[in-house]
């Protein structure tokens, strides 16, 4: 969602720190993931209220079973996706990631973000539908 492992790592300690600290405020009628996922979800738009800037997929993660050639071009296709996310409205981004990085199902994107499932549904095929545009544009071609 924010496009660098720092300050995703940064987050994830803010939103336990402040789940801890609000702890007496779950209501448990509710999933506690939800809960949890939900203080997650606007940490993250604050955040990138802040920021607004985009910042390079941390390039880190190499498997050593890929050859060079290989390797390059699943770089050069993580980085072209992970710019192509972040042209996307964090609400859009949000319901990308949850289904296709996170594969929540479409009950429990509703319950993290708090909007009905219809919009879901929506929000997440407008945003596939973006993405494809975006893909193109780039010249992007998922196999």
């Avoid at 801890?20 to 979800?41: A, T």
């Avoid at 941390?58 to 770089?75: H, I, K, L, T, V």
């Amino acid at each position: 969602m924010v496009g660098n492992r720092e300050d995703a790592l940064d987050i994830t300690q803010t939103v336990f720190l402040k789940a801890y600290e609000n702890l007496s405020s779950f209501d448990r009628r509710h999933k506690f993931f939800s809960w949890v996922y939900r203080i997650m979800i606007n940490e993250t738009l604050n955040h990138l209220s802040k920021a607004r800037r985009m910042e390079p997929l941390d390039e880190s993660y190499q498997s050593g079973a890929r050859g060079p050639d290989e390797e390059c071009s699943q770089n050069r296709l993580r980085e072209s996706i992970q710019a192509a996310l972040l042209e996307l409205s964090p609400d859009y981004r949000q319901v990308i990631v949850l289904r296709h990085f996170g594969q929540l199902s479409y009950e429990e994107m509703s319950e993290a973000l708090e909007v009905p499932e219809k919009t879901v549904k929506s929000r997440l095929h407008t945003a596939r539908q973006l993405l494809g545009g975006i893909f193109s544009k780039h010249g992007i071609v998922l196999t």
